[in-house]
């Protein structure tokens, strides 16, 4: 008996092409999308490490307003695309207090003519990085207001209202006198942009201390 041979038609060989070709069309997006999103996930994990580490930095009052202090969070931050005034990446460091009664001093010695009164003020903030990136959630104080080292005078945070970190109460409400220290990380991911899907890719985390 002769062996039966079989082969696929020439319009069978087509279809399988034109089936391959749309199946492509919708995977190499799907794997872009999966490869973006967790190399996004890798960063953002980087990003968390840089705030935490920041932040218990700043707590300890380290003066963020060197370089050479800067360059330490840069140095974490490797691979990010941040130097200390620039590049792809801000850490925003924020000293926030609630002013109660006994924070309320000359000229402002009275409740009702201290204008920041039971609010949540920001006595300190130092940005490392690039600054134009994005701002605080948490206020920003006009500049004027915050010296070299990123002070906030006691006549500045008792009566400029720029100096209010009203946001901070959707997270703790402090006892009167209390501070708390705020480390934001914001960093550009221009890498894992994917043209037409995801733009203007960015990572931010913060931590709380």
């Known amino acids: 008996m002769r062996p039966i041979s079989l082969s696929r038609k020439p319009a069978a060989r087509g279809n399988t092409l034109v089936e391959f070709a749309l199946v492509i069309s919708f995977l190499v997006p799907i794997l872009l999308g999966v490869f973006s999103i967790g190399m996004s996930l890798t960063a953002s994990v980087q990003a968390s490490v840089v705030a935490r580490d920041a932040g218990s930095m700043f707590m300890r009052y380290v003066d963020f307003s060197i370089n050479s202090n800067k360059s330490l969070i840069v140095r974490i931050a490797r691979g990010m695309g941040m130097t200390e005034t620039g590049g792809n990446g801000t850490v925003i460091l924020t000293q926030i207090l609630r ?9 402002y010695a009275t409740t009702t003519a201290c204008p920041n009164f039971n609010r949540h003020v920001i006595t300190k903030r130092v940005i490392i990085g690039n600054a134009t990136l994005t701002t605080s959630t948490f206020g920003t104080p006009t500049a004027s207001i915050v010296t070299t080292d990123g002070s906030i005078t006691a006549a500045n945070y008792l009566a400029n209202t720029t100096a209010r970190a009203d946001a901070f109460d959707a997270l703790m409400i402090l006892g009167d006198g209390e501070t708390a220290f705020i480390s934001e990380a914001y ?5 894992l942009n994917l043209p037409g899907f995801r733009t203007d890719t960015f990572v931010y985390q913060r931590s709380i201390f």
Do not use: E, H, K, Y
């Open 99 to 107: 002013v109660g009664a006994a924070q309320c001093i000359p000229p």
């Open 187 to 191: 960093f550009l991911t221009p890498n």
